[in-house]
């Protein structure tokens, strides 16, 4: 443990000192601010609570686009593993989903839900349910069959051979996908936020683009990373969790 937090730590100064040097040598805080500056600014966003109304609607569009990718994917992706014809029919349109590039989602978001709450939220689930629903539907198709087999011997329940033998094979898909998604959902919705939101971590990069804010840009990115970062480590915590109940 202590390890890895001085790893961490080494990991944090190089990329402090770095950023410093640029910032020193750009000589410009219009290009480069510096990460004084850029902490200072956040501990001015966090006092005076102006950071915390975008933080929560940034982090309802991802989350919320994260759970309603979960729970379809957790039914396409079952079907799909468990019913041959269904894999065969939806597999290819979910790979064209998953090769729809943000940009194209983000000019159909404005015409089918326009700008504000909604466009950002369905971005997320967009990018991040074919994703998932792959990773899912290939657990499941890589059970165990012997497992299977020997349920058959023994004329297991189909509730127990679910549970504990397709469930259980498809557990680290699920988390392997979950952890990609992690980090992912912040990128999506803050692009979502930037071009078709009306609130959110976002949509102030965009205001602070255009009255030229560098360190305000720097600021929000900053909050952004933490967020990924968190996440991560929030997911890994849990799929250990659910590795050992699993096991």
Do not use: H
């Not at 692009?191 to 720097?218: C, H, N, P, Q, W």
Request: aromatic share 12%; charged share 15%.
């Amino acid at each position: 443990m202590k390890a890895k937090f001085f790893r961490l730590c080494v990991s944090l100064a190089i990329i402090f000192c770095l950023w410093l040097t640029g910032s020193i040598i750009v000589g410009n805080e219009l290009l480069l601010p510096g990460p004084i500056n850029t902490v200072r600014r956040l501990i001015e966003l966090f006092m005076s609570g102006e950071i915390l109304s975008p933080l929560l609607f940034t982090a309802l569009k991802a989350l919320g686009g994260l759970s309603m990718a979960l729970f379809f994917s957790l039914i396409a992706g079952f079907a799909m593993g468990l019913i041959e014809i269904l894999y065969e029919i939806f597999k290819p349109i979910i790979i064209t989903l998953q090769a729809i590039p943000i940009v194209s989602w983000l000019a159909l978001a404005i015409l089918w839900w326009g700008v504000g709450f909604r466009s950002p939220l369905y971005i997320v689930f967009l990018t991040l349910f074919p994703i998932i629903t792959l990773n899912i539907t290939e657990g499941v198709k890589n059970v165990d069959k012997k497992l299977l087999e020997m349920a058959r011997v023994f004329n297991l329940p189909k509730k127990i051979v679910f549970k504990d033998i397709y469930f259980a094979s498809a557990i680290p898909f699920i988390i392997s996908s979950l952890r990609i998604s992690a980090g992912m959902m912040w990128k999506t919705v803050a692009v979502a936020e930037f071009m078709v939101g009306i609130s959110g971590l976002g949509r102030m990069i965009s205001d602070a683009k255009y009255a030229l804010d560098t360190t305000d840009v720097f600021a929000f990115t900053v909050i952004l990373i933490i967020l990924g970062i968190v996440s991560e480590l929030i997911f890994d915590k849990l799929s250990r969790r659910m590795m050992v109940r699993a096991s």
